[in-house]
């Protein structure tokens, strides 16, 4: 009986560790200059602007300075909600029960989820009880932005000559 277990455990050892092996021919993926290209910007860009709004009586504070610093924050996030909105979209889910041939219960559910850079405050005011932002999206901007974070031949790539990648042989 032990001879058998002994024997088992062996077989796993070794059927594992051959397992590995294989792992020994695996190549990672690598950066040629052939996977790299340059990218060119478009023609032309949208600019695209949202507005928020934000009660000031209704913000929690105890004086009136506190409301109006929490009604521009809540202004300003419910601009970037606006634009979030119009870049990405939005999710809207609803349900509605029915029961013997009547409506029962209805509920309405909407949601966005984005990312917002290189969006800028163009004027932040206050219109009677309400605080109001507007915010501008460039999207050159956020090409530029985009386009910093990227591995591109406009970078620094030279070859062994010491030439640009990019440029023709003479």
């Not at 460039?138 to 386009?147: L, Q, S, T, W």
Request: charged residues 25%; proline residues 4%; aromatic residues 8%.
């Amino acid at each position: 009986m032990i001879f058998s277990r002994n024997k088992w455990c062996l077989v796993l050892i070794v059927l594992l560790l051959s397992g590995c092996s294989s792992l020994r021919g695996l190549k990672l993926p690598t950066l040629h200059k052939e996977d790299v290209y340059r990218k060119t910007p478009p023609q032309s860009f949208a600019v695209i602007r949202a507005v928020g709004y934000a009660p000031i009586d209704e913000q929690m504070g105890k004086t009136d300075t506190m409301r109006q610093l929490q009604a521009m924050r809540a202004s300003k996030l419910d601009a970037y909600r606006e634009l979030s909105e119009r870049v990405y979209g939005q999710k809207v889910a609803s349900n509605v029960t029915v029961q013997d041939m009547v409506l029962g219960n209805q509920s309405l559910e909407a949601s966005v989820y984005g990312v917002i850079r290189g969006a800028r405050v163009l004027k932040s005011y206050r219109v009677k009880d309400t605080y109001v932002t507007e915010l501008e999206l460039d999207f050159r901007e956020v090409y530029r932005v985009a386009m910093s974070m990227q591995p591109t031949l406009d970078s620094d790539m030279f070859n062994s000559n010491n030439d640009y990648l990019g440029s023709p042989n003479p």
